[in-house]
T-cell receptor, first 107, second 114 residues
Framework: DAKTTQPNSMESNEEEPVHLPCNHS???????IHWYRQLPSQGPEYVIH???SNVNNRMASLAIAEDRKSSTLILHRATLRDAAVYYC????????FGAGTRLTVKP | NAGVMQNPRHLVRRRGQEARLRCSPM?????VYWYRQLPEEGLKFMVY????????ESGMPKERFSAEFPKEGPSILRIQQVVRGDSAAYFC????????????FGNGTRLTVT
């Protein structure tokens, strides 16, 4: 199983970009990198996923290192509603979640 | 297209009773995952099922816990003889396939054991 390393917590100011890093040095060649987030008192929600190329959607962008051993989730303009725990998961059979990064957004 | 439906949203059981948690996956999804989240902790994988089969139950406690996903009907997580330590939020997720496809989560069942 690929293991991930994410900072325990990060802070951002509202309206500023946020870069959330994740190291997954043992990822296998065919595993997609998934990002989810969990807002307080809610179930996790899918944010974005990718394999090798950088990906963009309406929620965020995902930058994947060329060697695939790390990735960065980019929120282009953080809002108060983006305050959540963000999980990076190299996909596989089990989709196990790590501790994630708790993002605090300050007004 | 309805999302993943979990019920009940809240469940209160006395110690020793049984808890049955239901999860209806999204239409067309044949893969179901169950997770447990203790207060102020992260999500812990419990079990991964595909229609009528348990694929991975390595996260399930060996005793009192069982899961099924029958050909017809919702997936059921069953906890027998509940104890206070079982109090947690239980989340179900579904997907149409493995690995490449994102998981869609329900809003969870919050189990309280008194």
């Amino acid at each position: 199983d690929a293991k991930t390393t994410q900072p325990n917590s990060m802070e951002s100011n509202e309206e500023e970009p946020v870069h959330l890093p994740c190291n997954h040095s043992t990822i296998s060649g065919t595993d997609y990198i998934h990002w989810y987030r969990q807002l307080p008192s809610q179930g996790p929600e899918y944010v974005i996923h990718g394999l090798t190329s950088n990906v963009n959607n309406r929620m965020a962008s995902l930058a994947i290192a060329e060697d695939r051993k790390s990735s960065t989730l980019i929120l282009h303009r953080a809002t108060l509603r983006d305050a959540a725990v963000y999980y990076c998961i190299p996909g596989g059979n089990d989709m196990r979640f790590g501790a994630g990064t708790r993002l605090t957004v300050k007004p | 297209n309805a999302g993943v439906m979990q019920n009940p949203r809240h469940l209160v059981r006395r110690r020793g009773q049984e808890a049955r948690l239901r999860c209806s996956p999204m239409k067309g999804h044949s893969h179901v995952y169950w997770y447990r989240q203790l207060p102020e902790e992260g999500l812990k994988f419990m079990v991964y099922l595909q229609k009528e089969n348990i694929i991975d139950e390595s996260g399930m406690p060996k005793e009192r816990f069982s899961a099924e996903f029958p050909k017809e009907g919702p997936s059921i997580l069953r906890i027998q003889q509940v104890v206070r330590g079982d109090s947690a939020a239980y989340f179900c997720a579904s997907s149409p396939g493995r690995d490449k496809t994102p998981l869609h989560f329900g809003n969870g069942t919050r189990l309280t054991v008194t």
